[in-house]
């Protein structure tokens, strides 16, 4: 057993990781320098605190602290992510994982009796970044995604998920879902910088999680006539840039319109991308998001239609295309109540950002504490906790993960 480590503490030690000095805070895509000295630095952790560590094939890193007689069945797991959006900020997942290290080291503290195995896992891509789809480790766990697609999956430079995979010692042949391991996993408890102003308004440090809305991310690409912006009249242009434009225009116009609906554009790349250079085409992405998938869909569809006319009256032509969906999830209501009883004072939130415990909530129990962030900004520099909220947070997923280490049958007797 090692002394207690804290959770700023451990932040601490990763805070220079992935600095992006030209966007601002933190870019740790999958498989990047920064994510791999991440993923060495949990390694280490896990070891110091001898846990059995165990990547699965899909690059999850599983450290477990494993019962006396070995027996995984119906085990618990905790844990996050380590993998940033571009210029991110610096607890979206990390805090989750420093959190799992400090909340294991405070129950052997405790010296606790339990009878199931816990374990804490970092799940690769969640933020889909790099290859666009999020949650991309566990969805292969949990057979959301077809190997194949995964495996075609592209970066910006055009690099499959196969090729950069293999290079990161990872065999593409062997990605994909994870039977045996999903078996042993009983339930699944994710702690999460609030992603909101949620816990700011309520003057509360803690949450826990009701729901994740529902989100989809969609490509469009938009071509034209690329030429020499010296030599081509304003009257002889078909300019995929002026229809992006205009189509994103109208996007936020369409998402205005539909109450708690949410359509963003954050990334939008011309080609060939010259200052001089009329663009021959022009990709951008939709991240879309409302508590109805019905109603997400129904937004997209006009969207997409939207999209066509304004293509059209450009002279334009556009492709449309699906690149990652997650349904609107709510959090196993048994699983959340046994939180709400370890941590009576936490109030409930939903939250419109994704997580890895939002696609395994499809097949095992999974429930989610949420750590006070007084900006209230998130994917951003401004992203923050304070320290004191940040060790209550690892205190109450130790408090939340002690009673559920004591599977049913022993907790009648306790
Ligand atoms: O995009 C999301 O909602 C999450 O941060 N991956
Ligand atoms: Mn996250
Ligand atoms: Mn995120």
């Known amino acids: ?32 320098t920064a994510e791999a000295d991440l993923r060495s630095w949990f ?79 970092v799940f690769p891509e ?3 970044s790099r290859f666009g789809v999020a949650c991309l480790g566990s969805r292969l766990m949990a057979g959301a995604i077809s190997p194949d697609v995964a495996r075609n999956l592209r970066d910006a430079e055009g690099n499959t998920f196969a090729e950069i995979a293999r290079k990161h010692g990872l065999d593409p042949e062997h990605i994909g879902p994870q039977p045996e391991l999903m078996a042993q996993v009983g339930a699944f ?50 300019d995929p840039m002026i229809a992006a434009a205009r189509m994103v225009v109208k996007i936020r116009d369409l998402a205005t319109g539909e109450s708690d609906a949410r359509a963003t554009v954050g990334r939008l790349q011309p080609v060939p991308g010259g200052t001089n250079v009329i663009a021959s085409r022009v990709d951008f992405w939709i991240d879309v998001r409302h508590p109805d998938d019905a109603v997400t869909a129904h937004l997209v569809e006009d969207i997409r239609e939207q999209a066509e006319l304004i293509a059209a009256e450009e002279s334009c032509t556009m492709e449309f295309r699906e690149e990652s969906i ?61 320290d004191a909220d940040a060790e209550l947070g690892g205190t109450a997923l130790a408090d939340a993960l002690q009673p559920l280490l004591l599977n049913v049958s022993s907790r009648a007797e306790a």
């Open 189 to 238: 408890v994710e702690l999460h910088v609030e992603q909101g102003r949620g816990l700011i308004d309520l003057n509360q440090p803690i949450a826990i999680a009701s729901s994740i809305i529902g989100h989809g991310r969609w490509r469009i690409s938009v071509y034209g006539q690329g030429n020499h912006a010296g030599t081509t009249l304003m009257s002889d242009r078909r």
């Open 1 to 32: 057993m090692i002394a207690t480590a804290s959770v700023t503490g451990l932040m601490r030690d990763i805070e220079h990781l992935g600095i992006d000095l030209r966007r601002g805070g933190y870019s740790r895509p999958m498989f990047s």
């Open 326 to 386: 997650s349904p609107t999830v709510s959090f196993d209501a048994s699983l959340s109540k046994r939180l709400q009883e370890s941590l009576p004072s936490a109030p409930i939130l939903s939250t419109g950002a994704g997580h890895d415990a939002g696609v395994l909530a499809a097949s095992i129990p999974s429930a989610m504490i949420f750590v006070r962030n007084p900006s209230g900004i998130s994917h951003s520099p401004e992203e923050y906790v304070e």
């Open 43 to 121: 390694i280490a952790e896990a070891e110091r605190r001898d846990l059995s560590v165990e990547p699965d094939l899909n690059g999850a890193i599983w450290a477990w602290w494993d019962l006396p007689n070995g027996n995984r069945e119906d085990a618990l797991i905790t844990g996050s992510h380590l993998d940033s959006v571009p210029g991110g900020g610096q607890f979206d997942g990390p805090l989750g994982v420093a959190s799992a290290l400090v909340a294991l080291d405070e129950l052997q503290k405790r010296e606790i009796s339990r009878d199931r195995a816990l374990s804490i896992v």
């Open 126 to 128: 969640e933020e889909g």
